[in-house]
């Protein structure tokens, strides 16, 4: 990478750190996925009951190889034979692994769910919730994150996921220049939508910023 771009997106981790922060979330830049696992383990007791949400990140940054270890009690959904169960039981966990589908510059995290089971455990239920994020999804704001989801990631997660829906055919969503929720009426993953602002419990939320490209 060009030392010049280097720079300018240390700069911007930087910016979203301190925005990420000021709303009460813990934060923490990582130069490499590598370097990103090992701050999430060390947030993290062995031992202990681990959920997650579906993410290319978690894949991509090393991080479902940890969770797949041994070393805690992984609801992990691949597999098992009651899924809604898995998703039911991550509210009690005591960590809860994500990425989140777009962080703003003023510190927000924007996320666009399906089943809604991610979304849910980000506000609510599990003691403790890790963040990874890749340089890619800092957008500048909310209005920018939206666009991204509708443009990005609801195409690239249907095209992953084999979900027969408009954005997978088209490469963008139908609804891309209506509100938030616009969209189609057919096979759809956009369903329920969170932005995550200020925090009243400080702390809870940890979010890893990785000065790499990860997921969508």
Do not use: W
């Amino acid at each position: 990478m060009n030392k010049n771009i280097d720079l300018i997106n240390k700069k911007r981790l930087e910016k979203v750190k301190a925005a990420l922060e000021k709303n009460n979330m813990n934060a923490y830049i990582a130069e490499s996925s590598a370097e990103a696992c090992e701050i999430a383990k060390s947030l993290m007791k062995e031992g202990t009951l681990v959920g997650s949400g579906g993410s290319q990140t978690l894949m991509d940054c090393g991080m479902m190889d940890v969770l797949r270890s041994g070393k805690y009690e992984y609801l992990d959904r691949e597999g098992a034979s009651d899924v809604d169960e898995i998703f039911r039981k991550a509210f009690y966990a005591d960590y809860y692994l994500t990425s989140s589908n777009a962080v703003t510059e003023n510190g927000e995290l924007y996320n666009v769910d399906g089943n809604s089971n991610r979304v849910a455990c980000i506000c609510y239920g599990p003691k403790t919730v890790i963040v990874i994020v890749g340089r890619n999804k800092i957008v500048h704001s909310v209005d920018d994150a939206i666009r991204r989801v509708k443009m990005v990631v609801a195409p690239a997660n249907c095209t992953r996921l084999g979900i027969d829906s408009y954005c997978a055919h088209a490469g963008e969503c139908q609804g891309v220049d209506g509100s938030m929720a616009d969209g189609c009426a057919g096979n759809r993953i956009c369903c329920s939508y969170v932005v995550s602002s200020f925090q009243r419990k400080k702390g809870r939320i940890n979010v890893i910023l990785v000065d790499e490209e990860l997921g969508f």
